[in-house]
């Protein structure tokens, strides 16, 4: 029997991540719950094959079940899973600690992996030396390896995976460390391999600069990267494309720009990308487990919100899923980077208050006559899809059915289904009343409001959903969201008052005052917000949750000046005794 949403604790989640070191071979019942809930959380989309790492047979820092979702669960699933697993024994070894390329994210076509960098001769020599002496060489290794053939192993791999862009976040052309270089990347490659591919340096700090987080009192806006460092030796280079070309930005200031403003350019040109390029992206770093998981998290989110992926997951879903699988279940070791203050993981979502924009929507790229999924799904199937709390949406939730068609070699083949559905909305009448229409599920309210004919009452009246544009007075052409942006907080989506982390409002309120997006004196409706704006704003107070449980049970301590002390201090005050008890650390039990 399925579990219900409410049984989803974000809270507990990350505290016990924050308390284990992520391996596959770690026995934990805590991974074994978090391994149903993903695979339960993509089934309510998408077909997926479930590809078998037990023991690390294909990483040791990968989910112990890789979920690869291949259709939308309205189509015929896709037999690949095997030719992938093919292709992932044959070049695995071609990058860092076997971090081979995974696709994580499918939009329409186009599949979203994720990887280590490029291995060296010398790690791959290691590496297959390791593998042979501990006797876990396979029928694919029948012969010693050599870097030109993992390295065309996985240009094969990830040309069956159709991608066509990769960005490299290393500011390094190669990782060097007493004089030797312990890895390389496809922009330093000396053959030119990957020259059939669009290949993107975007040079990002490294998690060791995310100390200066919480030292600058968690304002990411006064955040610069010393590009002057002695290693750092990556330029940002970009193809010269419209993709590029049509982003309004003077990227020779990169190095100008804080880290708000890095990260949003990047973000912008990953959405870009997605929506008007041609084939899918690879994302990775050195070791693909601290900065990959950050780009990889908030592009998933920002296509949540935009409806173009996992539109069946409420605020809840979407962010358990996105920490337990692009972050922990993919290696990110929360426990040593928090004990190091290097906040990477807390950065991905404080960002939140910033991604809400529509600049990082990727509806701008899609033809306004067409669906998200018109290619794939029949123009007369409507779906759920939550819409704005403020236009009193009416929608309901069916349980999705799945099933186990058996498992060959490792391979475990599983389709959803689920009854098509039609997404119901409200109006407010030229009456007062609200009287229910419906629509296509993949349809935006636009700034101009919905206008229509009402089945009792005739038109209409257009309901404003954008607010006003926001000026920061930056230099930065004034395209980015200003840090004390107010936020309207939204109580859709299940927020109510009775959860233990909800008996305080003044808990959340904290960690809005701690990231700098609440300001007192807002005024709730002031501005009628878009739907995407709502959706992440949900994410942002759940993940304050969170953050407010970590304050009070010590897992971040309060270490700057004496105003963040204070802050620190009204926050941990604020968490409930209940919740205090119901998590208390010693407490290791599934709820």
Known sequence: M???????????????YSQIQYHTTLVDPMIDKVEQQCKRLFLKDYNVEMLNNQGGELCGHYPRHLIVPTTYKECAPVDMAQPVRDLIHKARLARCRSRFPAPVMVYRDKFVCRSATLATTAEILGRSGMEWLQGTWDEYSSEWETCDKLREAD?????????????????????VKFGLSITSSEKADKEKRYCDFDLYSVPYPGTEFFTEFRTKQMCAEKMH?????????????????????????DW??????NLIELTSSYMMLLIKCLGEGEGGLLLHCISGWDRTPLFTSLLRLSLWADGATHQNLNAKEILYLTIAYDWMLFGHQLEDRLS???????????????????????????????QFRAEEVNTNMMRFNSVDSFTDTVCSHYT????????????????????????????????????????QSTGSVSSNGVNGNCGTCGPSVP?????????NGSSYDNTFLSHDNPVAPDHSEGHESSQNYRGSNSSIDSWLMVSGSLQKDNHLGKIMESKRLQKLDNVYQYFGEAFAYLVSKGTITPTCTSSWSTVIGQLA????????NSFNGSNRSIT
């Not at 949403?5 to 507990?12: G, T, V």
């Not at 990267?225 to 309004?248: G, R």
């Not at 005050?573 to 205090?580: E, L, Q, Y």
Request: hydrophobic share 35%.
């Open 2 to 16: 399925e579990e219900s949403d409410e049984e989803l604790s974000i809270p507990w989640l990350v505290d016990q």
């Open 155 to 175: 240009k094969d791999l990830l040309k069956y995976l159709k991608v066509k862009h990769i960005f490299d976040m290393m500011v390094e052309n190669k990782k």
């Open 225 to 249: 990267f010393d590009w002057d460092q002695t290693f750092v030796n990556a330029e940002l280079k970009l193809p010269n494309s419209p993709i590029v070309n049509d982003i309004p930005l």
């Open 252 to 257: 020779l200031q990169y190095k100008n720009w």
């Open 340 to 370: 190091k203050q290097e906040d990477v993981f807390l950065f991905c979502f404080y960002f939140l208050q910033y991604l809400k924009e529509d600049k990082f929507s990727i509806r701008q790229y899609q033809d306004s006559s067409t």
């Open 400 to 439: 999705n059915s799945s099933t186990v068609n058996g498992s060959e070699n490792g391979v475990q083949k599983v389709r959803s289904s689920s009854p098509a559905t039609l997404m119901l909305e409200t109006e407010k009448c030229q009456n007062g009343s609200h009287c229910v229409r419906s629509r």
């Open 463 to 471: 309901i404003a959903t954008n607010g006003e544009p926001s000026s």
């Open 573 to 580: 005050d604020s968490v409930s005794k209940v919740a205090m």
